[in-house]
């Protein structure tokens, strides 16, 4: 037993150094051929080495050597620090990022697609990571433009169990690319809806993750939500697909996206109102530049004005999802179990929306708190009933206690009524209370049963009663129709 625990270890090792020799003569290879030419070959040596590895094992091994070649060779970043970078021309650039679009096309093997992928991009937490993310920004966003589905998904799979702040950086290459720097460009990203639902989806749990509507700086483009609520709004199920399609793990990674869009979809939804008053409140001054900042006041009001529409079709269409959301815990025998709307964001939404309110004059933000508090309670109510939220009213009340009062909330909070049994006795005056739980009262005691009355006796027959005379009849009255009615109405 011992000599075999021994062979094999002499065996690990001489793989080691068979493969940290065959490493390092490839790096010395790599060193003579120009930028683009040594970065083909890498990626050339990672398809056959993962490709040979997936034969034996159904998950191979990243030795760091490789990680190295990629860092050193793909994003320049050099081993050595006396040794100067090689850097790729913008032209060079454009070339490697069509290298890797036809790679990833053109493979097969969804397998060896994925850990190529991963082995490229995963974050290292070293200097590469910069280099590392750009490279990835460009290669997704030039997939969106072409319509590479493999690298989509490839990427719906980076996204997913990638650390958020990694996911909200290519959140924010996507956006700038086909938001902001071309007009009219959205309607390439647009297209991707029907090519590749689980990008989608990780997509929109990047954005909600990234525009959180903490700053003016964070509230969603126009053209970005207008885009998000239409794909919503057709098949609410898109925001379901990445939960649908993932084995459910008792812990989930630390720091990931969430499984689901719902909870920045819900904050969206909930504080949309009042994030668009923010910064936008009445001026104190003394009239200097009072009409430059009244005609800001007013645009950024049209503007909130004129997106609360789409914010109005999202909400319905989440309060939809979370509808759906208790048909597919019970499939997956999770319902009760596993909440896909978790308390400590609706802590977290309650804190902003107290934060809100507070900021903000509550006299000129009434008709946007009552709308705030609205659909908070709705989102609520349905979350509970469906199972997506795993807490009791009680935990809730205190928690809400610090909100504005708001009769939908409040009748929330206080819970169904609670109806009698069949057949069972009231007391007097009982009245199911609404907005406040239901009160206890003492059971009625039992009362004795009554003796039986006894029997009266019948009574003998009455003498007939005399017949009248009939009465005379009295004159008709005649209709007079030039006299007023006597009607005069109440003032």
Same mark, same amino acid.
């Given at each position: 037993?011992?000599?075999?625990?021994?062979?094999?270890?002499?065996r690990?090792?001489?793989?080691?150094?068979?493969?940290?020799?065959?490493?390092?003569?490839?790096?010395?290879?790599?060193l003579?051929?120009? =930028?683009?030419?040594a970065?083909?070959?890498?990626l050339?040596?990672?398809?056959? !080495?993962?490709?040979?590895q997936?034969?034996?094992?159904?998950?191979?091994?990243? &030795?760091?050597?490789?990680? #190295?070649?990629?860092? &050193?060779?793909?994003?320049?970043?050099?081993?050595?620090?006396?040794?100067?970078?090689?850097?790729?021309n913008?032209?060079?650039?454009?070339?490697?990022?069509?290298?890797?679009?036809?790679y990833?096309? &053109?493979?097969?093997?969804?397998? $060896?697609?994925?850990?190529?992928?991963?082995?490229?991009?995963?974050?290292?937490? %070293?200097?590469?990571?910069?280099?590392? @993310? =750009?490279?990835?920004?460009?290669?997704?966003?030039?997939?969106?433009?072409?319509?590479?589905? +493999?690298?989509?998904?490839?990427?719906?799979?980076?996204?997913q169990?990638?650390?958020?702040?990694?996911?909200v950086?290519? =959140?924010?290459? @996507?956006v700038d690319?086909?938001?902001?720097?071309?007009?009219?460009s959205?309607?390439?990203?647009?297209?991707?809806?029907?090519?590749?639902?689980?990008?989608?989806c990780?997509?929109?749990?990047? /954005?909600?993750?990234?525009?959180?509507?903490?700053?003016?700086?964070?509230?969603? *483009?126009?053209?970005?939500?207008?885009?998000?609520?239409?794909?919503i709004?057709?098949?609410?199920?898109?925001?379901?697909?990445?939960?649908?399609?993932?084995?459910?793990?008792?812990?989930?990674?630390?720091?990931?996206l969430?499984?689901?869009?719902?909870?920045g979809? $819900?904050?969206?939804?909930?504080?949309?109102?009042?994030?668009?008053?923010?910064?936008?409140?009445?001026?104190?001054? %003394?009239?200097?530049?009072?009409?430059?900042k009244?005609?800001s006041?007013?645009a950024?009001?049209?503007?909130?004005?004129?997106?609360?529409?789409? !914010?109005?079709?999202?909400?319905?269409? $989440?309060?939809?999802?979370?509808?759906?959301v208790? /048909?597919?815990?019970?499939?997956?025998d999770? !319902?009760?179990r596993?909440?896909?709307?978790?308390?400590?964001?609706?802590?977290q939404?309650?804190? #902003?929306?107290?934060r809100?309110?507070? &900021?903000?004059?509550?006299?000129?933000?009434?008709?946007?708190? #009552?709308?705030?508090?609205?659909?908070?309670?709705?989102?609520?109510?349905?979350?509970?009933?469906?199972?997506?939220?795993?807490?009791?009213?009680e935990?809730?009340?205190?928690l809400?206690?610090?909100?504005?009062?708001?009769?939908?909330l409040q @009748?929330?909070?206080?819970?169904?009524?609670?109806?009698?049994? +069949?057949?069972?006795?009231?007391?007097p005056?009982? !009245?199911?209370?609404?907005?406040?739980? *239901? @009160?206890?009262?003492?059971?009625? +005691? /039992?009362?004795?049963?009554?003796?039986a009355?006894?029997?009266?006796?019948?009574?003998?027959?009455l003498?007939?009663? +005399?017949?009248?005379?009939?009465?005379?009849t009295?004159? =008709?009255?005649?209709?007079?129709?030039?006299?007023?009615?006597?009607?005069?109405p109440?003032?």
């Open positions: 037993m011992e000599q075999q625990t021994q062979r094999r270890t002499k690990k090792s001489d793989n080691n150094k068979y493969s940290k020799d065959a490493m390092s003569d490839m790096r010395h290879s790599l003579r051929r120009d =930028a683009l030419s970065a083909k070959e890498v050339y040596h990672l398809d056959i !080495y993962f490709s040979s997936l034969q034996n094992a159904s998950v191979p091994n990243v &030795e760091k050597g490789t990680i #190295e070649l990629v860092e &050193e060779f793909i994003f320049h970043v050099p081993k050595e620090r006396n040794v100067q970078p090689k850097r790729l913008s032209l060079q650039e454009l070339q490697l990022l069509e290298i890797m679009c036809s990833f096309q &053109e493979q097969s093997k969804d397998a $060896v697609r994925q850990i190529i992928f991963s082995t490229l991009f995963s974050p290292q937490g %070293n200097k590469a990571d910069d280099s590392r @993310l =750009a490279m990835l920004g460009k290669l997704v966003s030039m997939a969106v433009a072409v319509c590479r589905v +493999p690298i989509l998904e490839c990427a719906a799979s980076w996204l169990r990638t650390h958020a702040v990694y996911c950086r290519l =959140a924010r290459v @996507l690319d086909y938001c902001s720097l071309v007009p009219m959205i309607q390439t990203l647009k297209q991707i809806f029907s090519a590749s639902p689980r990008f989608c990780q997509f929109i749990t990047a /954005v909600t993750a990234l525009y959180d509507l903490s700053t003016d700086d964070l509230i969603p *483009p126009h053209d970005l939500l207008e885009m998000v609520v239409d794909w709004f057709e098949d609410p199920r898109l925001t379901l697909v990445t939960f649908l399609n993932t084995p459910i793990v008792a812990n989930l990674p630390l720091g990931c969430e499984l689901t869009p719902l909870a979809l $819900v904050r969206w939804c909930v504080e949309s109102p009042l994030s668009y008053k923010r910064n936008r409140k009445p001026s104190l001054s %003394n009239g200097h530049g009072a009409s430059s009244l005609s006041e007013g950024g009001e049209g503007e909130g004005d004129s997106q609360q529409p789409l !914010y109005s079709k999202l909400h319905l269409s $989440v309060l939809q999802i979370l509808m759906m208790q /048909v597919h815990l019970a499939e997956k999770l !319902y009760g596993f909440g896909l709307l978790m308390f400590e964001h609706v802590v939404l309650v804190e #902003e929306l107290s809100l309110v507070e &900021e903000l004059n509550p006299l000129n933000t009434a008709r946007e708190t #009552e709308l705030s508090l609205d659909r908070l309670a709705q989102s609520l109510q349905v979350a509970m009933a469906s199972g997506a939220l795993l807490c009791s009213r935990d809730l009340r205190p809400c206690s610090r909100l504005p009062h708001n009769n939908l @009748l929330v909070l206080s819970g169904p009524v609670q109806q009698p049994a +069949p057949h069972a006795a009231l007391p005056g009982f !009245y199911p209370h609404i907005h406040t739980p *239901p @009160l206890s009262y003492p059971a009625l +005691p /039992v009362h004795p049963a009554h003796p009355l006894p029997v009266h006796p019948t009574h003998s027959a003498p007939a009663h +005399p017949t009248h005379s009939a009465h005379p009295h004159p =008709a009255q005649t209709f007079l129709p030039g006299m007023a009615f006597p009607y005069r109440i003032r």
